[in-house]
């Protein structure tokens, strides 16, 4: 076990839907159609990664990139679709799909190290 991702995933797994209700609720009236969708997108796959982490920090022998792959690909996918929704700023979608790569090269790990497993 990695009490470390396990930690992340939790509070992560909080955060998303902490801000996802603060995007459906207090964001409501702000936000159009597309930018409430970018929203919405970033807070589901927040949550999913949250759960990946959980999911990473129960297995044994884990590389640390692994969970540090879902955290960062949390910060750039999800926190640029925060952003890109909020300020409008297009900008932000720069990071969107670097943080993509960084979730399918988490996934890519879990894969890896299953394959490994005896």
Known sequence: MNKKSIVLGATNGFLAVAIGAFGAHALGPILNEHTK???????????????????????????????????????????????????????FGFFTPLGGILFLSGWLGVLWQAQRLR
């Open 37 to 91: 969708v970018s929203f919405e997108t970033g807070s589901k796959y927040h949550f999913y990664h949250a759960l990946a982490l959980l999911f990473t920090g129960l297995m044994t022998q884990i590389p640390k990139w692994i969970p540090l792959a879902f955290t960062f690909g949390i910060l750039l996918f999800s926190g640029s679709l925060y952003a890109l929704a909020i300020t409008k700023v297009s900008a």
